[in-house]
């Protein structure tokens, strides 16, 4: 029986996508544009079988995400056997570090591959973003542009041809989690944030600005765009109108301050988060090696992962 691998690297957005337009789509109110990281991946195999199932990590998994996705894919592109998948995640979940942009990447690229269809970049990408938005930039090595668009046909990411930016990612996981609000819930909350239209305005002028930032190798204002970007997101969930929270714990607002105090120091260090407690810090390639020093000076119990610009998608044969 026929086998189809693909390799997808997760990425981690420096403009955030944080609201949808249309949630059944996962169409964004915004353009986002991220970083794939080389330490972080999920493999994915599929296989014809007679149910949709999903092994995740060795171990049966709930496929109902997985199965309304081969759905989408099916309707799209004509029905097909109920397939096998088996997902081997290189990505610290337990940690909370988001695995669903590499898990539905690969997911996307194996099964057409599996079908025999080769699609460009750009397709997959659409594809993917039907299970899960962060996924559409996760098809492409290095910087990704997600461009909102209008709808189903026009939204998806692209590449972004970059100099080679000596850039680096403190991947911070910090323990003892709260309890987890899905992204698509902690958006819907956000997008009732009185700030919320303010978010939609900064957000489309941070995009281009973040490109001129990397056309220009700035790091320092890569940095402040991103951070700038990341906490006024955080802002929108703890004012939220309808239920607000925060991923924040107090762990997490101890790293944001030796972020800061890093900074005191003149080094590069701008901190970005997701929809999770966990801290990731830009800097320069030649200054990680210090701040993770730093980071485990002052925080002996956190495992931090130094991350470089990662691949795109990738098969096996
Ligand atoms: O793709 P989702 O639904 O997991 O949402 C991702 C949301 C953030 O990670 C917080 C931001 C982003 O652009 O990746």
Redesign the pocket.
Known sequence: MTKTTATAHT???L????GKKDAQL?L?TTS?L?LTLDEFYTTTTVENSNIDQLIINGQMADPTRVHHFLDALRAELGDFSPLLISSQNYVPTAAGL?S??SA?AALTAATTRHLGLDLPLTTLSRLARRG??????SLFGGFAL?QAGTNDQTSYANALPTPNIPISLLVVEISGLQKKI???E??LRAMTSPNYEQWVHDANWQITAMQAALQASDLTRVGQLAEDNALA?HALNLSAKDRRFTYFTPQTIQVLDLVKKLRQACLIAYAT????PNVKIITHSDQAAYIQAQLHQELPKLRVTIAHPGPGVSYEQ
């Open positions: 990425n981690i957005a403009i955030k996508y944080w996962n964004p986002s991220s988001a669903s942009a539905f899960s938005g962060s996924a559409t930039r997600w899905s992204s698509s902690g958006m997101m988060l997701d929809a999770g």
